[in-house]
């Protein structure tokens, strides 16, 4: 198990930019791949963006790329996504959690419990 926290999300314009963080813990957090997730108001949860455990690949959702950019840091145990130029539509609760990715989907691993989640709310 891989404990983690969210931060960073907060009440911004669209077009503006936030930075979330994720801080793990546990030593296996090195060797897992990464992924941020969100879940809107009445919607089931989806993917947002991974990255492979030493940072070598990363992962989109066409709905985000091009905007959003994840990036980790496992001296720090940590994983972030960089969120430019935000919409209304991305207005959600975003989680990070261990995944497993392939093609251009990643998918939340079942035996990791989620965290508390950050809320970003992006208003037009």
Not at 28 to 42: D, H, L
Not at 87 to 109: F, I, K, M
């Amino acid at each position: 198990q891989v404990q983690l926290v969210e931060s960073g999300g907060g009440l911004v314009q669209a077009g503006e930019s936030l930075r979330l963080s994720c801080a793990a813990s546990g030593p296996a957090f090195i060797t897992y791949t990464m992924g941020w997730f969100r879940q809107a108001p009445g919607k089931e949860r989806e993917f947002v963006g991974g990255i492979g455990y030493d940072g070598g690949r990363t992962y989109y959702a066409h709905s985000v790329e091009g905007r959003f950019t994840i990036s980790r840091d496992n001296t720090k145990k940590e994983v972030y996504l960089q969120m430019n130029n935000l919409r209304p539509e991305d207005t959600a609760v975003y989680y990070c959690n261990v995944a497993y990715c392939t093609g251009h989907l990643c998918s939340p691993a079942s035996f990791n419990s989620w965290g508390q989640g950050t809320h970003v709310t992006v208003s037009s």
